[in-house]
């Protein structure tokens, strides 16, 4: 008895200095975004301020051109995972479900493709977008994005696709389905834990994303938020209210974005598919 107590406090004590780790950073930063500014330069840090402000989250939400970039972010991000989600699932459902010749091939190079740092590719990229014209360019930006979840979408989904057994697609067919018709009514409604899992590490990669931002697009109104941020701290100087509040801004769209997934997310992936 006491070594099977033993053996279940350990790891949820683990684990809570482990979330508190993880958690005390962004606490920090939502608590510096509400502080007065005389709690923030204090040499007694505040942990509990009793008198919170909006003062800096006024002074970020002004900062110049902080919409027209909302809006780029926004706009690259959105069409960058809606079309690696189209494409991944066609590519998976092919992979999954047909036999050609160099299929093996094909996943190998996606493979190789999700192992790839991007960020020593940067000046290839430049050089490739300067050469065509469009450097200050949401295109090549959405492009690049796109690229970048391709591969871990494809992935990902290919296995899901794998784990909807054959048989629902057959029984339907030879109920008078085309297959495509098979596909969208039994199982594209299957998929929606695996969809739902990669939109979202597709949204946070192509949010938070900043090299290659930083390298193509120059020009103030052409950028993404990650840019905006990173330019923060010398747009207001020693502001740090401003900066955290700026930061906490940022972040809000991804923790919105996770609380209401991981609870969609979460579930068998055919249950319920087949009933007696």
Not at 145 to 162: C, D, I, K, S, W
Not at 230 to 237: A, C, I, L
Not at 249 to 268: C, H, M, N, S, W
Request: hydrophobic share 55%; aromatic share 12%; with cysteine.
């Amino acid at each position: 008895m006491k070594h099977s107590l033993a053996g279940r406090v350990w790891p949820n004590a683990t684990a809570a200095v482990l979330a508190l780790g993880f958690l005390f950073p962004v606490y920090w930063m939502f608590n510096t975004a509400f502080k007065p500014t005389r709690d923030i330069i204090t040499e007694d840090p505040v942990w509990f301020p009793l008198h919170g402000t909006l003062e800096h989250f006024a002074t970020a939400v002004h900062a110049p051109d902080f919409w027209i970039l909302a809006g780029n972010s926004v706009l690259v991000t959105v069409l960058a995972v809606g079309l690696s989600l189209v494409i991944a699932l066609c590519g998976a459902f092919a992979l999954t479900r047909m036999r050609f010749r160099g299929r093996k091939g094909i996943l190998l190079t996606f493979m190789v493709a999700q192992m790839a740092p991007w960020e020593v590719m940067v000046i290839s990229i430049y050089l490739i977008v300067r050469d065509a014209d469009l450097l200050n360019n949401l295109l090549p930006l959405t492009c690049f994005y796109l690229l970048m979840v391709l591969p871990f979408t494809l992935l990902t989904l290919r296995g899901y696709v794998a784990a909807v057994p054959k048989e629902l697609e057959e029984s339907a067919m030879v109920d008078g389905c085309s297959r495509r018709q098979a596909f969208l009514k039994v199982v594209f409604p299957l998929l929606a834990p695996g969809l739902m899992a990669t939109s979202l590490f597709g949204f946070i990669t192509a949010w938070n994303e900043f090299p290659l931002v930083l390298v193509l697009n120059k020009e103030p109104a052409m950028g993404t938020l990650p840019l905006w941020l990173s330019q923060f701290q010398t747009q207001f100087g020693d502001d740090w209210g401003a900066t955290m509040a700026a930061a906490s801004i940022f972040a809000v769209p991804i923790l919105v974005l996770f609380l209401f997934l991981q609870r969609k997310a979460v579930g068998g992936l055919t249950s319920g598919a087949v009933k007696g």
